[in-house]
Structures are given as C-alpha cells and as structure tokens.
C-alpha cells in the first residue's frame, strides 16, 4: 500500500478587495486543520489567491495587481513556512507574471519540504478577448492569459506520480490521456467555475455540477488513476461559484465531496497501489491502445462532419 492522505482545500469566495494577507491567513487555516488530520498533501483551487478577476472588463485598471511576479513570495511565504513546518506538500493555482511580462494562468506542486516540484500553465484558456456584449458576465481569460507553454508534464512526489491540469483542463480527454500515458496516478486541479452559464442562464447548477464531476470521474477512471478537484466557490461581488469539490478514486467512484460553498477541507486516504489493477488490465495502454487510428487528435482543431 502507497496512501497519501489528501486534503481538498476548498476555498470560499475571495472578494476583489480582500489582500493577499487575508488570503493566505485562510490558507493557513485550512491547511492547520489538514495537519489536525494527517494529510500528506493539500490542494487548493485555480488562483486561489486573488477573486476571480478574469470576470473584470470595467476594472482593467486594477488587473495587472492579480499577478504573481515571483513564487513564493513575501505574500505567500509564510504558507510554504507552514506546510513545511507541518510536513505537508501542497499544490495551488496563481496569475503568473514572468520577467518578459507573459502572464498564464498557473499551479505549483511542491514537496513536504515547501520545495516546488513541478509548474503547470493552463492550456486549455476558456471564453474570450473581448468584452462580449451577449454574455450576462464575461469570461476573460483569453484576455488575461497565454495558453501554458509547458504541456501536460508529471512529477514523482512522495512516493506517486503526480500531475496537474486547471478548471477548464478537466473537461478535455485530451487532458488526462497525456498524463496517463506518463503513468500518472494522482491527478490535482482547482478550478473556478461560474453557477451560471453566461450564455444558457437557466442551465441550472446541478447540470453545472454534473458536468464537473462527469469530467472528473471519467478522466480518473479512464486513466486509473486518483483525481482531486477543488473549488473555489460562494459569491465573489455578486458572480456566483460553484463549489462541488471532489476527490476521485481509480474506478471513478467519489470518496470524498464539500457539502458548503465557504472554505472547507476534504479528506480521503488514496492509496496510489488502487492505480496498479486499471493500468495493467483494461487500461493497459501499451497492449490496448490503436494509435494508428488517433492521427485526427493532434492533426485537427474543430470538428469536420461528411458533406451532405
Ligand atoms: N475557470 C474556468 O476555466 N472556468 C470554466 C468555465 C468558464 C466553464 C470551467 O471549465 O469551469
């Protein structure tokens, strides 16, 4: 047996005025309690520092104070204090400013030593660059961001191989099979999602949630592999989030889920040995899969049905 006792750090909503300060106070708090727990590793949601500021056209004067221009930082330092001091490795998500003024949307892994293991960029940016008039709130990240340059990479970290992908990330198969053909076995994410759809306003929440958790548990189930997938949730100056966070095993099942939309830990033992059945029967890529029929998944974008 391999078990890492993860926590899901979800977080309430994060107000555009509340600093980083505050911020991280709640972080701590959170990853106290998982200490209180025994957990080996928490994960906290995409850009867990700052409100979800790509919903922000009228505020554009205010945006370039999202970022993250070093990590950590004097903001953010004393949480890897913290989990250091408490053992804990931990993963979370962050605007990243780099030296030439590139800006991505990113998550960090580090070690139970606080020492960062690997960087992830969000690939998978969704809505649009423009002010889009249609829309009851917008969804700026292709404004705000580049789409990551780092491809889908894994990590070996206390004792797993460990990946990471962000909020949009979970709902592209793509996603997970890059990372199940590198042998992953845990899967971290964060995400923020909006309760509403800005283009289907009566969608409701529970299709929202069910899409969410579809994602997530075919993703795991289909790379046997664990999945933990952590909100940011609660309403954020008046834009809703759903909450909804999960941790996932190998066959798909939900072993752990939030029951609020404020900041709350969810625990589960995972044992990265549950990977080893699906990895060497159904999914045994290496005897199973049929390359030569999948050039279209890299040769093509948008879909192209037959003529009539
Ligand atoms: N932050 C996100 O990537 N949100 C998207 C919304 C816009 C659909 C998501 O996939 O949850």
């Known amino acids: ?35 209180e727990q025994g957990c ?25 104070s999202f970022y993250e221009d070093a990590m950590p930082n004097a903001a953010t330092q004393p949480l890897f204090d913290r989990a250091k001091a408490h053992g804990i490795a931990i993963s979370f998500g962050y605007a990243e400013r780099t030296p030439e003024g590139r800006r991505f949307n990113t998550s960090i892994l580090t070690d139970r030593t606080g020492a960062i293991v690997g960087k ?34 894994v990590w070996r970290n206390e004792g797993a191989v460990m990946g990471m992908c962000i909020c949009n990330d979970r709902r592209w198969p793509e996603t997970w099979r890059v990372m199940g053909l590198q042998g992953v076995e845990l899967v971290v994410l964060g995400y923020n999602t909006p309760s509403v759809n800005s283009q289907m306003g009566d969608e409701g929440l529970e299709k929202r949630l069910y ?17 933990v997938a952590v909100a940011k949730a609660g309403d954020e100056d008046g834009h809703p989030l759903m909450g909804g966070s999960i941790i996932v095993d190998p066959n798909g099942f939900v ?37 030569e029929h999948y050039g279209r998944i890299t040769a093509q974008t948008g879909a192209t049905p037959p003529q009539d």
């Open 1 to 35: 047996m391999r078990v890492i006792k993860i926590g899901g750090a979800q977080m309430g909503p994060i107000q555009k005025a509340e600093d980083r300060a505050s911020v991280v106070a709640r972080m701590i708090a959170l990853l106290d309690r998982a200490a």
């Open 40 to 64: 080996g590793l928490v994960v906290f949601p995409e850009l867990a520092l700052t409100t979800f500021f790509p919903r922000w056209k009228e505020h554009e004067a205010d945006i370039p």
């Open 120 to 153: 992830y960029r969000k690939v998978h940016l969704p809505g649009h660059v423009e002010y889009d008039p249609e829309r009851t709130h917008q969804h700026l990240e292709k404004r705000y961001f580049e789409p990551g340059d780092l491809g889908f990479p």
């Open 211 to 227: 899409h969410s958790e579809l994602s997530i548990t075919s993703g795991a189930y289909q790379n046997a592999c664990w999945a």
């Open 255 to 291: 072993v752990a889920r939030a029951q609020t939309e404020g900041d709350e830990l969810i625990v589960a033992d995972a044992d990265m040995d549950a990977c080893n059945f699906g990895k060497e029967t159904i999914f045994d890529f290496a005897r199973h899969r049929r390359i």
